[in-house]
DNA sequence: TTCTATATTTGTAATCATTACAAAATTAAA
DNA sequence: TTTAATTTTGTAATGATTACAAATATAGAA
């Protein structure tokens, strides 16, 4: 088990103490917290925490591959630290995000000819099992 | 075939000028375009028209289940008048979107307990044959 | 340690797609 | 026609994100 600092060493970052604040915050989250979520958590105990610190950190988490950005249609991105193949739900209701234990499909093989496959998505819209309930509301 | 009036009207929109050559314009697209898009094509013949109309007529067009909206995380919606079960890939040099003739798998079954599905996304990120070929660029 | 160059953080100002809103124009109904 | 309702239009706000430059912190050399 790896501490925190040395995953952003060995992905070629220096781990300022901003930077391991965001990325132990990322880890442990399981909301798929958007910037402003992420800075309002960690704000009371950094109170000198910059918005654009934010929006630069999970930039250049994206960029070494220690984070993968959602986009659920609704103008604000929302960052995910678990990178293993899953999907996402999200509730049209609460808004809440979940996750799916369900493989993206690999479609490398089913591609057009000369296309090459970077990455998948796969997201699922509807109302959680909470909303679901309460559905008359 | 139906005319393409008769097609809004059959949802319960007054089919009006604005709104039938906006549709018309989605119907014959084939590259997914945003409003700019939609906007700039039909400015030419409608030199009244205005963007807040196009951005209006494809939320009215979504409402009512004429469109389908596409979010490729550029920070830009773009509107696909085809609605049958399929998916998308952009070229992440290009920007070009091309429709993948494979449907987004219908995960109903395999949903946690209470959780109801309304729609599925699934979304390829790659490069297209022609910047493949060029990738030394 | 101290100096210096480089990297990082911060705050403010710009950007840009989208939305809000109200006036003007069009259409439908009486 | 007259009136009421709908639609269109243009401008002004919104809000997430990005650009940018000054301030701060850090690493390495001396």
């Known amino acids: 088990m790896q501490i925190h600092s040395e995953i952003l060493e ?4 220096r781990p300022s103490v901003q930077r391991v604040r965001i990325f132990k915050f ?6 798929h917290p958007t910037v402003e979520m992420i800075f309002n958590a960690l704000l009371p105990e950094m109170p000198s925490l910059s918005r654009t610190t934010v929006y630069n950190t999970v930039e250049l988490f994206k960029e070494v591959g220690l984070v993968q950005v959602l986009d659920f249609g609704r103008g604000v991105l929302r960052y995910d630290a678990d990178l ?4 996402h739900f999200e509730c049209e209701r609460c808004g809440a995000v979940y996750d799916l234990d369900i493989k993206p499909q ?15 998505y796969f997201y699922v819209f509807g109302l959680c099992s909470h909303c679901k309930k309460n559905e008359k509301n």
């Open 84 to 87: 293993s193949p899953h999907s």
């Open 10 to 13: 060995n992905k070629g970052i």
């Open 26 to 31: 990322l880890m442990k989250s399981k909301e």
């Open 106 to 120: 690999d479609i490398s093989k089913k591609m057009p000819r000369g296309f090459k496959v970077h990455q998948t």
